[in-house]
């Protein structure tokens, strides 16, 4: 592989594989944004990055929802193909096991999830975490 001395790469997003990262971002971006976020008003990450990575993930919905579009006129499909391709299970965990994995308390793992060093959400007063997170921060 050839070192690249140009201009930033870029990437051409269309069809079916638009649909496909467009579901794996709508399931792990978004409380990605909320660190991303705080990195920036701490000053840690250029508010210029931030406003990338979100026009980006615009880019890939609007070429997502291009496809779709496209595909119910040729052949009538509403179905979503891409709709098993990245379950949102696989992608989250509960606390318990993200403080084995962790091999910390869950009331740590919650704390993490409260100041976002870790992405999570709350459903109904229970944490799911960011199964990534936990895997960065492990090898960390």
Same mark, same amino acid.
């Given at each position: ?33 909320? /660190? ?31 496809? /779709?579009?496209?595909?119910? /006129? ?55 975490? /960011? ?10």
């Amino acid at each position: 592989m050839t070192e690249h001395s140009g201009p930033p790469l870029g990437a051409y997003v269309a069809g079916f594989a638009a649909q496909i990262l467009a579901k794996i971002l709508a399931d792990e971006l978004p409380h990605r944004l909320v /660190s991303l976020q705080r990195l920036a008003e701490e000053g840690k990450l250029h508010p210029d990055r931030l406003a990338e990575v979100t026009r980006m993930w615009a880019h890939v919905r609007a070429a997502a929802r291009q496809w /779709s579009t496209w595909r119910a /006129s040729v052949d009538g499909s509403t179905e979503d193909p891409s709709a098993e391709i990245a379950p949102r299970s696989s992608s989250e965990i509960d606390t318990a096991t993200a403080a084995t994995i962790l091999q910390v308390t869950d009331s740590r793992v919650r704390q993490l999830a409260r100041n976002g060093q870790i992405g999570a959400r709350q459903v109904g007063g229970r944490w799911l975490v /960011s199964r990534s997170d936990v895997e960065l921060r492990r090898a960390a």
